[in-house]
């Protein structure tokens, strides 16, 4: 799958969730994480399979389908930004979409594990990690509320 390379506690402190965490409480999660490249079409996990990753798309987009009554469905399209792989912090964490690439894609990875373990420290920085990623997740279901709701708004479509 792709190509992966290393990843800094510097870059990953460039991300917004990590925005102002010392660099040193990143460095175990850093040692663990990579960068990850993706080409057109490949895919980064497969419906229902064992997940145990969070990802950040750094460039590119990536489609999230699943499959429903013998058909694929879209039910997203993330960009540049996006963090995805939630279904890894919960427990017996399995892919509830799959996800592949539109066009060539860059992705930051990093072990739940590992970003649950940040969370729990116990410390301040641990309760704004956490609100940080409430805050990412509430706009994930918002922008899913949204879309939902645009369902059956295309207006009529004629032959022409």
Do not use: C, Y
Not at 78 to 86: A, E, N, P, Y
């Amino acid at each position: 799958m792709g190509t992966r390379e290393n990843v800094s506690a510097a870059e990953l402190s460039a991300l917004p969730l990590f925005d102002g965490l010392d660099r040193a409480d990143l460095e175990g999660l850093a040692a663990e994480s990579s960068r990850r490249s993706l080409a057109d079409g490949e895919t980064l996990v497969e419906m229902g399979a064992p997940i145990s990753e969070i990802h950040w798309l750094e460039k590119g987009q990536l489609a999230l389908r699943v499959r429903h009554e013998h058909r694929w469905v879209l039910v997203s399209t993330l960009h540049t930004g996006d963090l995805l792989g939630w279904s890894a912090l919960r427990e017996d964490p399995t892919a509830l979409s799959t996800a592949r690439a539109i066009g060539p894609a860059v992705l930051i990875s990093m072990p739940a594990a590992g970003l649950l373990g940040l969370l729990a420290g116990g410390s301040a920085q641990s309760e704004m990690l956490l609100k940080r990623l409430f805050g990412i997740a509430t706009q994930h279901l918002d922008e899913s509320r949204t879309q939902l709701l645009q369902l059956g708004r295309e207006g009529v479509i004629s032959a022409g």
